[in-house]
């Protein structure tokens, strides 16, 4: 959208590399650029107008961030209390795994004292045991595994778009800073 003589986003990409390999060395030569641009226009009520759009967009901005930070904190919770409960969820599987090996070893035990089993059937009881007792496991330690992958992955998302909102909340600022001096060299 072009208002105001405004490409807002070609302003905010050459903003976003002031100082970087782009237009504007630093701070002041963008400013410079920002008021030259708009230092002959002599109808006020344009630039109040302008910074009336400007303003706007930042509160719409500065919305969207506060929703952001709605969620994010319970979202932050959520990833405090399962970095907190995973030590005695792996604990509870390692507790499980010596029981299952426990009852596994006791059972072999029961089968040889009363010989009625064969060592073949023995074995094949104990490969049993053990696969379940494996495949348990693994189901287990891969749904802690994709949890944690998703709240990173989220957590990751949440962080990229709020300090994009954050940046693009400073650039309307400054761009409104930048357009209030327009106003005071004219005086």
């Known amino acids: ?5 405004f490409n807002e986003k070609e302003e905010y990409r050459l903003y976003k590399k002031i100082g970087k390999k782009g237009v504007y060395k630093n701070y002041t030569e963008w400013e410079k650029s ?27 901005l500065e919305h969207r961030r506060d929703s952001l930070v709605q969620v994010l904190i319970p979202f932050l919770a959520l990833i405090i209390t399962l970095a907190l409960t995973l030590p005695s969820v792996l604990e509870g599987i ?12 006791s059972t072999y035990l029961e089968n040889i004292e009363t010989n009625k089993v064969t060592t073949s059937e023995r074995v094949d009881i104990y490969k049993e045991q053990i696969k379940k007792l494996d495949s348990d496991n693994k189901s287990i330690i891969d749904a802690i595994i994709i949890c944690y992958i998703v709240i990173t992955f989220s957590g990751v998302a949440y962080y990229i778009i709020f300090m994009g909102i954050l940046r693009k909340i400073t650039f309307y600022k400054d761009y409104s800073k930048v357009l209030k001096k327009t106003g005071s060299k004219k005086s």
């Not at 959208?1 to 003589?5: I, R």
């Not at 344009?46 to 706007?56: D, P, Q, S, T, V």
């Not at 390692?94 to 070893?105: A, E, G, P, V």
């Open 1 to 5: 959208m072009e208002d105001y003589n």
């Open 94 to 105: 390692i507790q499980r795994n010596d029981n299952l090996q426990s009852d596994i070893t």
């Open 34 to 60: 920002i008021l030259n641009k708009y230092v002959n226009i002599s109808d006020t009520r344009y630039i109040i107008n302008f910074k009336a759009y400007l303003n706007k967009k930042r509160f719409q």
